[in-house]
């Protein structure tokens, strides 16, 4: 089951599971559009991959299945 991280790896913004604007990479890797588009030009720091838009998760199944709540911020040096 997909891991809905809750924030931006790069700036810390939030991405609510049930909102657009996440993408994420084939291993959940997850970005907010604005960095993946402007920091790391379309390419995945941590694997190399292409980004793609992460999938919604709303209502019983947000309920029955919550985002984590484990923020991951590995800011670029």
Do not use: Q
Not at 13 to 33: H, N, Q, R, W
Request: proline letters at 9%.
């Amino acid at each position: 089951m997909l891991e809905m991280r809750p924030c931006c790896e790069t700036c810390g913004k939030d991405l609510p599971a049930d909102e657009t604007g996440a993408v994420i990479c084939s291993f959940e890797c997850t970005y907010c559009k604005d960095c993946a588009r402007n920091t790391h030009k379309g390419i995945c720091p941590n694997c190399g991959g292409g980004f793609y838009p992460r999938p919604l998760r709303k209502g019983k199944a947000l309920a029955k299945h919550p985002a984590s709540t484990e923020r991951i911020i590995n800011r670029p040096s």
